[in-house]
């Protein structure tokens, strides 16, 4: 089942790029990966999601290599209103992917002025 | 558009006691998750609901169980509570079924059990 892994904690500065990495070795043909920011006290946020290659909205990129092991989160220009807790998932949801939810451990960021 | 509601936002629950929380999806939504988060555990997926039957399952004991009615409000009942049911209890709300999936949280409900 694919469980994930990231840096429990990670520390920038205002303006900077971010890059946090999560690798999800057992992840299944079926599996999307998702990634979502949560503040204090309140419910995670979607942030991304894809499936291979690269996704880019307007808040962030997703890198994604062609074995789909690992991806990377990437947030340009952070600033302040960026510290949160950052999760990365991988599974869907129905079908043969039945049960298959898992949440990373969460990443810290902490922007610093 | 309203966003998921949970209600109530906070509870306190005495150990043994049981508890029912609900959850309002956001309009158009039929799949509704319920995740647990904690500080030791982080946030730990319970179950999902579609269309009032439930379709995922994670791994939590028989005394977490839920419901979905037909206008796709859901609810969740703990039984026999213990200790280490006080937690956030997430709910989340998706329209998208098999493409993989964008959630949309609710702001949570506080259970605290002594």
């Known amino acids: 089942l694919a469980k994930t892994t990231q840096p429990i904690s990670m520390d920038s500065y205002e303006g900077q790029e971010v890059n946090i990495t999560c690798s999800h070795n057992?992840?299944?043909?079926?599996?999307?990966i998702t990634w979502y920011q949560q503040f204090p006290s309140q419910g995670p946020r979607f942030i991304i999601q894809?499936?291979?290659t690269k996704v880019t909205n307007e808040v962030a990129s997703l890198f994604i290599p062609a074995d789909r092991k690992s991806s990377t989160l990437s947030l340009p220009r952070v600033s302040l209103s960026d510290t949160a807790v950052y999760y990365c998932l991988v599974g869907g949801l129905g079908g043969s992917t039945l049960g298959r939810l898992y949440f990373g451990r969460g990443t810290q960021l902490t922007v610093w002025p | 558009k309203a966003g998921v509601t949970q209600t109530p936002r906070y509870l306190i629950k005495t150990r043994g006691q049981q508890v029912t929380l609900s959850c309002s999806p956001i309009?158009?939504?039929?799949?509704v998750s319920w995740y647990q988060q904690t500080p030791g555990q982080g946030l730990q997926f319970l179950f999902e609901?579609?269309?009032?039957?439930?379709?995922n399952k994670g791994n939590f004991p028989g005394r977490f169980s839920g419901r979905q009615f037909s206008n796709s409000r859901s609810e969740m009942n703990v039984s026999t509570l213990e200790l280490g049911d006080s937690a956030l209890y997430l709910c989340a709300s998706s329209t998208d079924r098999d493409r993989g999936y964008e959630q949309y949280f609710g702001p949570g409900t506080r259970l605290t059990v002594t």
């Open positions: 057992n992840i299944a043909t079926n599996d999307y």
């Open positions: 609901y579609f269309s009032e039957t439930q379709r």
């Open positions: 309009s158009g939504h039929r799949s």
């Open positions: 894809g499936y291979k």
